[in-house]
């Protein structure tokens, strides 16, 4: 008879289980795309490169670990710094893991307006049908303040998939209208004076000092109303959906997630921030968090206050 009981036995049954889920693991990871190899050139050396952090506990997870805790939310929001390959590389990488998890319904982009949607469907369907597009950043009307170096990968692979690209974004005429008559805010959660506080003094900080008090209000309103946007917009597209978006907007304390929570959306919703070696992020702004190396810093004050001297 075998005696189950025995302390060998319990030992050995033990060290097979141990090896059992170590190759399942081990062929979970495998069967992941390989990570994207680094192209930043700071903070190659900084103890958080690499590490992705779960916030909430600040327990380190591995890529396979993020993908499972990320698959079955409705909404992943994931905050970039624009001009960090990094950051666009991990995108894609992200979209073709959780692809292998779950079907992906919907694609939202922070560089896309509404009046690009046609464009970019036009060009969706090509590419489907085998045409070739010599000049695609026309052809998808790629607005020029948005670095095609930076975003033709990303757009690229995704233009190929069959899930919907949606625009996040206002357009230009909507962004006047809101600076020259700003909107009152509906809903509670956005409208706190913390938060109210915290995105003027942001706006303070991002322009240097340098702007007149007097237009930090309006600043403030496109800033909350594109955010809004963002939340409607996600609202509204084929679940599960996926945000991309500068950091700042997808703040769970300051950005999106207020207002998708003032939309009653307060579940489902997952924070991703991609964030530079050396970067302070907190479980008040993100979820996780996954560290990259950083971009040379540049002194955009210097810059600022230089034209400032010869308008």
Request: glycine fraction near 4%; charge should be neutral; aromatic fraction near 6%.
């Amino acid at each position: 008879m075998f005696v189950t009981s025995s302390p060998i036995v319990q030992t050995f049954v033990r060290l097979l289980l141990l090896g059992f889920f170590s190759s399942l693991l081990a062929a979970c990871q495998e069967s992941l795309p390989p990570i994207p190899k680094w192209q930043s050139p700071e903070q190659r050396q900084h103890p958080d490169l690499g590490r992705i952090v779960d916030l909430k506990n600040q327990q380190d997870l591995q890529p396979q670990q993020l993908i499972t805790k990320l698959q079955s939310a409705r909404w992943v929001l994931v905050g970039e710094r624009h001009d960090n390959p990094d950051h666009h590389s991990l995108e894609i990488w992200l979209l073709k893991a959780l692809a292998q998890q779950r079907p992906q319904n919907s694609l939202l982009l922070e560089m896309l307006t509404p009046d690009q949607q046609t464009p970019i469907r036009e060009v969706q369907l090509g590419l489907a049908k085998g045409r070739t597009f010599e000049d695609l950043p026309k052809a998808l009307n790629w607005q020029q303040g948005w670095d095609w170096a930076q975003y033709g990968p990303l757009m690229q692979y995704a233009l190929q998939q069959a899930y919907a690209i949606l625009p996040a974004n206002l357009t230009k005429q909507e962004i006047r209208q809101i600076y020259q008559n700003p909107p009152q805010l509906q809903g509670k959660y956005a409208n706190t004076p913390a938060v109210q506080e915290a995105l003027i003094q942001h706006i303070r900080d991002s322009h240097c000092q340098l702007l007149p008090e007097s237009q930090l209000p309006a600043m403030r309103a496109v800033q909350q109303q594109r955010d809004r946007r963002m939340a409607e917009r996600l609202v509204s597209a084929p679940q599960p959906a996926l945000l991309i978006a500068g950091a700042y907007h997808i703040r769970r304390d300051l950005g999106v997630p207020l207002h998708l929570a003032d939309l009653g959306h307060t579940k489902d919703v997952q924070v991703l921030m991609l964030a530079e070696a050396g970067t302070q992020v907190t479980a008040e702004q993100a979820d996780w968090v996954w560290f990259t190396p950083a971009q040379p810093e540049q002194d955009h004050c210097a810059a600022l206050r230089t034209l400032n001297k010869t308008d």
